[in-house]
T-cell receptor, first 115, second 110 residues
Framework: DAGVIQSPRHEVTEMGQEVTLRCKPI?????LFWYRQTMMRGLELLIY????????DSGMPEDRFSAKMPNASFSTLKIQPSEPRDSAVYFC?????????????FGEGSRLTVL | DQQVKQNSPSLSVQEGRISILNCDYT??????FLWYKKYPAEGPTFLIS?????DKNEDGRFTVFLNKSAKHLSLHIVPSQPGDSAVYFC?????????FGTGTRLTVIP
């Protein structure tokens, strides 16, 4: 079975441009998470969805960030406009359920560089 | 504010010796703890976990110890192998969320 698939793997853009990161979770997983990895803060949760519904978006840094999950097999994280401080690796992860603390399955990440 | 802390950003160990990675957490409501391993250009992968009702969980060369009174857990790898070189993240589960530390980069020297 394919794992979590993210695209693009690398994105270099200029400040002010719109960035869209994409994620396909593992089929059958009910939960989808977006994390950001930075040196200072490690892996930070941005937002997570349960059955396509956003549950907790308190980690989204500001209004420039938005995330959607139009169906069970696809999610996007959008940054508009992007800023240099948004440069980081963004991970998408999924899991089948939260009932008994199952582990997360991560994608390979999208490395974003904003110049 | 970091609810899970890994105070050592890096650790170097000789091959065959024991690696000990440490993690502290602040929220006493956390009841499940996990370690993830991350290689460069890859996503983190689950390594081992422990429930708060236990104080030790062992899986091959990997053992996780939990000290609830100290809000501290550690990962022991013995014997360490060069393939263990990676970044290790500690995570705690609470409020339907996993809280991660900043990671410790382990280098096992052949």
């Amino acid at each position: 079975d394919a794992g979590v698939i993210q695209s693009p793997r690398h994105e270099v853009t200029e400040m002010g441009q719109e960035v869209t990161l994409r994620c396909k979770p593992i089929s059958g997983h009910d939960y989808l998470f977006w994390y950001r990895q930075t040196m200072m803060r490690g892996l930070e949760l941005l937002i997570y969805f349960n059955n396509n519904v956003p549950i907790d978006d308190s980690g989204m840094p500001e209004d420039r960030f938005s995330a959607k999950m139009p169906n069970a097999s696809f999610s996007t994280l959008k940054i508009q406009p992007s800023e240099p401080r948004d440069s980081a690796v963004y991970f998408c992860a999924s899991r089948p359920g939260l009932g008994n603390a199952g582990e997360l399955f991560f994608g390979e990440g999208s490395r974003l560089t904003v110049l | 504010d970091q609810q899970v802390k890994q105070n050592s950003p890096s650790l170097s160990v000789q091959e065959g010796r024991i690696s000990i990675l440490n993690c502290d957490y602040t929220n006493s409501m956390f009841d499940y703890f996990l370690w993830y391993k991350k290689y460069p250009a890859e996503g983190p992968t689950f390594l081992i976990s422990i429930s708060s009702i236990k104080d030790k969980n062992e899986d091959g060369r990997f053992t996780v110890f939990l000290n609830k009174s100290a809000k501290h857990l550690s990962l022991h790898i013995v014997p360490s192998q060069p393939g263990d070189s990676a970044v290790y993240f500690c995570a705690s589960e609470g409020a339907n969320n996993l809280f991660f530390g900043t990671g410790t980069r382990l280098t096992v020297i052949p």
